[in-house]
C-alpha cells in the first residue's frame, strides 16, 4: 500500500513539474532547446516510474507505530526552531538546548542528558569556532 | 612514463606539513567514522565537506583531507565487523562472514590485523591502478563532444542503480528527482527563472551540500529516533576478546595470492558504474571461495574470507576515483560526495582536470599513498584505541552528527533558509530509505542536473535542433547501448544476486557505499 501512495504523489509531482514548466516565461534569445523542455523530459521519466511503482508495489515497510512518528516529528520540530532562533539567540545557548533535547528523546536519563547537550554545545563552539575559527551564530550575549 | 613523473609531481604538491597533518587527522576521523555503525564512507565525508569549505582550505588540501576520510571508512568499517558481527558500513558486510567467527575463537586481534594488512594491499594497488588508467580515460574522454557527455550521464544514472539494485523503477524515480530539483533556479542559459515560486531564496537553486549533508547525514539521526537509539552494539566490544594484534608472517603468505586477486577484482568493480565497494567485496568473497575453500572452512572463520573481502573492497575505493577524476561522473555514493565538494570549488572534473589543475589530481593520488601508510600504521597497532570509540553509545553520538550537520551548513551560508531546506531532505531522505528508494541518484541528479542539461543544449545548438545528433557519433552509440544495458540487466539477473548479497545483511547498515 505505502508504494501504491507514494507511486500516487509521484505521479502528481510529476504534472505538477509539467504544468510549471509550461509556465516558465520565455526569454527574447533563446536556443534550439529552450528552458522548458529538459524539465518536462525529467517529468515524463519521473510520471513514468512513479506509474511503474504505484501498478508493482513492493512490500509495504514497516512503519514505526503511531507513538515513535509522533517522536520524530516533534523531533522535527525542535530542529525547525532551532533552525529558526538560532540567530536569535545564538550557537551556544539554541544547540546546547537541541542537543539536550535529541539526547534525551534518544534514550538518556533527562539530567545527564542536560549534561550531555552542554557538553556537545561547548565542545563544538570550542573545536569549530575558538580552534578552527568557523562563524557560528551570536547570539545577544556574544557567544 | 608520463604517469610517473606526474606523481613525482604529486608528491612535491603532497608533502607538506598541512597537507600531511590534514591526511592524518582525515584517516583518523574516517577510521571512527567507519568503525561506528550508522556512519559509513559517505555521510562521513558528507558532514565534513560543509566544514571542510567554510573553512577555505584550497582545492588540493581540501580533497586531501575528505579521501583520507574516505579511505579511512572504509579501513574503519571492518572493525566493527569483525567484533560486534555489525558491519560498520555496507562495504564490510562480507568482512562479518568470516571475521566474526574469527572473533568467537578469540583470534579477533589476528583478524583486525590481517584485514588491516589486506585493506592496504588492496587500497594500495588501486591506487597504482588509478595511476595507470585515469590518463587512459582522459584520453578517451578528450574525444567526448555534448552529445556524448550528454550520453554519458544518461549512462550514470542508468546504471548507478546497480546490479544489486532491488526495483530500477525506484532507481529511475530517484535519479528524476534529483534532476527536477537541480532545475530550481535561474536557467543559465536564458536567465529566466524557474520553479522558484517567486522565492528569492531558491533563484540560486537548491545548494547540493545542503541537499546532501540532509539526505545522508540528517536522515540517519531520523533513522535512529526511529527506534529509540535503540544501540544493540552498547558496551560487547570491551568484552571481545582481541587476543594478539600481530599477524604472524605464514599467516601473511598463507593470505597473500587471495590479497592479490581480490584486489584485481575489486578494483575493476569499483571502475565500472554503478557496482561500487559493496559488489567489490562481494565478488571477491564469493570467487576465493569457489577457488580455494576445498574443505568448507569459509564461513567458520577462514582467515582468507577476511583477507578477500577486505582487499576488494579497500581496492574498489580507489576504482572508484577514476571515473569521477577522469570523466567526472561517480560511480558510487561516496564518490558522488567527493565529486560535490570539487564542485564546491569551482573545479569541474573530467578530462580538463588532468590538464587545468594537475596540481590537484597528482596531489590527491600522492596524498592517497602516503594515507594508505598512515592508515596501516594506526590500524594495526593502534587499532586497541578504535574498539574503544565503539563504547560511545549512539544515543550521545547521533545529536553530535546532527549538531555538527547544522553548524557546517550554517557556517557555508549562515540562513535559516538553508536549515530548513536540510531538515526537508533529512525527512525526505528517511521516508525514501523506509520506501526502499535508493538516495545516491537523488545526489547524482541535484550534482549534475545542470551539467546534463547544458550539454544537450549546447549539443541541439550545434544541430540546430535536430535531436538526431544524440546518437550520431559511434561513441555515443556504445554509450546508449551500454546505458540501456545497464539498465536493464539488473532487472533481468538482479534476483539472484540478490538474494545472495542480502544473505545475511543488516537492514539498519549505512545506506550506501
Redesign the interface.
Known amino acids: 500500500m505505502s508504494d501504491r501512495i507514494f507511486g500516487g504523489i509521484g505521479l502528481a509531482l510529476a504534472l505538477f513539474i509539467i504544468w510549471q514548466a509550461r509556465l516558465i516565461e520565455l526569454s527574447f534569445i533563446s536556443d534550439p532547446v529552450g528552458p522548458r523542455t529538459f524539465p518536462i523530459i525529467i517529468a515524463v521519466v519521473l510520471g513514468v516510474s512513479s506509474l511503474i511503482i504505484l501498478l508493482r508495489p513492493d512490500a509495504a515497510p514497516q512503519w514505526p507505530r503511531a507513538v515513535r512518528l509522533l517522536e520524530i516529528a516533534v523531533s522535527v520540530a525542535v530542529m525547525v526552531a532551532y533552525a529558526m532562533l538560532l540567530p536569535v539567540v545564538g550557537f551556544v545557548v539554541a544547540t546546547a538546548f537541541a542537543a539536550t533535547f535529541l539526547t534525551w528523546r534518544l534514550g538518556t536519563k533527562a539530567l545527564w542528558s542536560v549534561a550531555v547537550g552542554v557538553l556537545t554545545s561547548l565542545g563544538i563552539y570550542a573545536v569549530f569556532h575558538l580552534i578552527l575559527g568557523l562563524s557560528l551564530a551570536r547570539g545577544p550575549l556574544g557567544f | 612514463m608520463d604517469a610517473l613523473s606526474s606523481l613525482v609531481d604529486g608528491f612535491a604538491v603532497a608533502v607538506t606539513w598541512q597537507n600531511l597533518f590534514l591526511a592524518l587527522i582525515g584517516c583518523l576521523l574516517g577510521t571512527v567514522m567507519g568503525a561506528l555503525p550508522g556512519l559509513g564512507p559517505s555521510n562521513g565525508v558528507a558532514i565534513l565537506i560543509p566544514?571542510a569549505f567554510?573553512?577555505g582550505l584550497p582545492a588540493t588540501p581540501a580533497m586531501i583531507l575528505l579521501t583520507s576520510v574516505y579511505f579511512g571508512a572504509m579501513y574503519g568499517g571492518r572493525i566493527s565487523s569483525i567484533l560486534l558481527n555489525i558491519p560498520g558500513d555496507e562495504p564490510a558486510l562480507m568482512t562479518t562472514l568470516d571475521g566474526y567467527p574469527m572473533a568467537q575463537q578469540g583470534r579477533g586481534g589476528e583478524a583486525l590485523a590481517l584485514s588491516g594488512v589486506a585493506s592496504f594491499v588492496g587500497a594500495f594497488l588501486s591506487t597504482w591502478g588509478l595511476v595507470f588508467l585515469a590518463p587512459q580515460l582522459v584520453k578517451l574522454a578528450l574525444l567526448f563532444g555534448p552529445a556524448e557527455y550528454f550520453a554519458l550521464y544518461a549512462l550514470a544514472f542508468a546504471t548507478l542503480g546497480g546490479i544489486a539494485s532491488?526495483?530500477q523503477?525506484?532507481a529511475?524515480?530517484a535519479?528524476?528527482?534529483g534532476?527536477?530539483i537541480a532545475?530550481i533556479g535561474v536557467?543559465g542559459?536564458?536567465?529566466?527563472?524557474?520553479?522558484t515560486f517567486g522565492e528569492v531564496h531558491l533563484y540560486d537553486g537548491i545548494d547540493f551540500l545542503v541537499a546532501i549533508v540532509g539526505l545522508f547525514a540528517l536522515s540517519e539521526?531520523?533513522v535512529?529516533?526511529?527506534?529509540?537509539?535503540?544501540g544493540a552494539h552498547e558496551g560487547q566490544a570491551g568484552r571481545a576478546r582481541i587476543g594478539r594484534i600481530v599477524p604472524s608472517l605464514s599467516l601473511l603468505r598463507h593470505c597473500t595470492p587471495t590479497m592479490l586477486r581480490a584486489s584485481v577484482l575489486g578494483f575493476i568493480a569499483g571502475v565500472l558504474p554503478g557496482a561500487g565497494a559493496s559488489l567489490g567485496s562481494f565478488i571477491s568473497y564469493s570467487m576465493e571461495k569457489r577457488l580455494v575453500d576445498r574443505k568448507g572452512t569459509f564461513g567458520t572463520g577462514d582467515p582468507r574470507g577476511v583477507a578477500a573481502p577486505e582487499a576488494g573492497n579497500n581496492a574498489a575505493a580507489g576504482g572508484a576515483l577514476v571515473p569521477m577524476l577522469a570523466l567526472g561522473v561517480p560511480g558510487s555514493g561516496t564518490t558522488a560526495v567527493l565529486l560535490a565538494m570539487l564542485l564546491a570549488l569551482n573545479i569541474t572534473p573530467g578530462p580538463l582536470l588532468f590538464q587545468k589543475n594537475p596540481d590537484v589530481v597528482w596531489g590527491l593520488i600522492a596524498a592517497l599513498f602516503i594515507g594508505n601508510l598512515m592508515l596501516l600504521a594506526m590500524n594495526i597497532p593502534m587499532v586497541g584505541l578504535f574498539v574503544r570509540v565503539l563504547l560511545i553509545p549512539?544515543?550521545?553520538l547521533?545529536?553530535?552528527v546532527?549538531?555538527?550537520s547544522?553548524?557546517g551548513i550554517?557556517?557555508i551560508s549562515?540562513s535559516?533558509f538553508d536549515?530548513?531546506v536540510m531538515?526537508g531532505f533529512?525527512?525526505l531522505g528517511?521516508v525514501l530509505r523506509?520506501?526502499?528508494v535508493p538516495l545516491v541518484p537523488i545526489i547524482l541528479g541535484v550534482l549534475l542536473g545542470n551539467a546534463?542539461?547544458a550539454n544537450?543544449?549546447r549539443a541541439?545548438?550545434i544541430s540546430?535542433?535536430d535531436w538526431s545528433a544524440l546518437v550520431q557519433s559511434p561513441l555515443s552509440i556504445v554509450l546508449w547501448a551500454i546505458a540501456i544495458i545497464g539498465f536493464v540487466l539488473p532487472i533481468v539477473f538482479g534476483k539472484v544476486l540478490r538474494r545472495r548479497l542480502s544473505l545475511r545483511k543488516d537492514a539498519e547498515g549505512a545506506a550506501v557505499d
Open positions: 566544514l567554510t573553512l532491488k526495483n523503477a525506484k529511475a524515480f535519479a528524476a528527482l534532476l527536477a532545475m536557467d542559459q536564458t536567465g529566466v527563472p524557474r520553479f539521526v531520523f535512529f529516533l526511529e527506534h529509540g537509539g535503540a549512539a544515543r550521545i547521533m545529536p553530535v546532527a549538531m555538527v547544522f553548524v550554517y557556517g549562515g535559516s536549515l530548513l531538515i533529512g525527512v528517511w523506509k520506501l526502499d546534463m542539461e544537450l543544449r541541439m545548438t540546430d535542433g
